[in-house]
């Protein structure tokens, strides 16, 4: 996984988004009320968390294949710029729509936002070899 700086310069974000992305599925899919304040009361509530966590597990496992296959290592970092990018964003435009989210929402974000200019920094890093040189 990490057999050289390099290695792990270009990997680390993904498995710190595997390590808080694949526990977060398993909430939204199972318990979202233990962690966030949702209260799920149709089958179409739950269907739709459940969707949201085989998205979140499924972009997992591409990470986790970028990590160990050379193969996919590019398209996990694109995957993962996209959703954590996209997530922050999501997150920006509700809090200036719908007010100020609690700490830890707000912590999500910044995180989230942080992964995903990760991602685009090692791709046009020419030290990281993904960008043209």
Request: aromatic residues 20%.
């Amino acid at each position: 996984m990490f057999k050289t700086k390099q290695d792990f310069i270009k990997k680390i974000h993904l498995l710190i988004s595997i390590c808080i992305v694949v526990p977060v599925a398993f909430f939204y899919g199972f318990n979202p009320a233990f962690h966030f304040d949702i209260q799920l009361q149709t089958i179409d509530e739950h269907n739709f968390f459940k969707a949201i966590m085989g998205i979140y597990l499924g972009f997992s496992f591409l990470w986790l294949l970028g990590l160990f296959k050379r193969n996919y290592l590019r398209m996990a970092i694109v995957t993962n710029i996209i959703f954590m990018i996209g997530l922050s964003t999501g997150r920006i435009l509700s809090f200036f729509l719908d007010g100020r989210p609690t700490f830890g929402y707000q912590l999500g974000t910044f995180a989230e936002l942080f992964l995903g200019c990760y991602g685009i920094w090692v791709l046009t890093n020419k030290n990281t070899n993904f960008a043209k040189k």
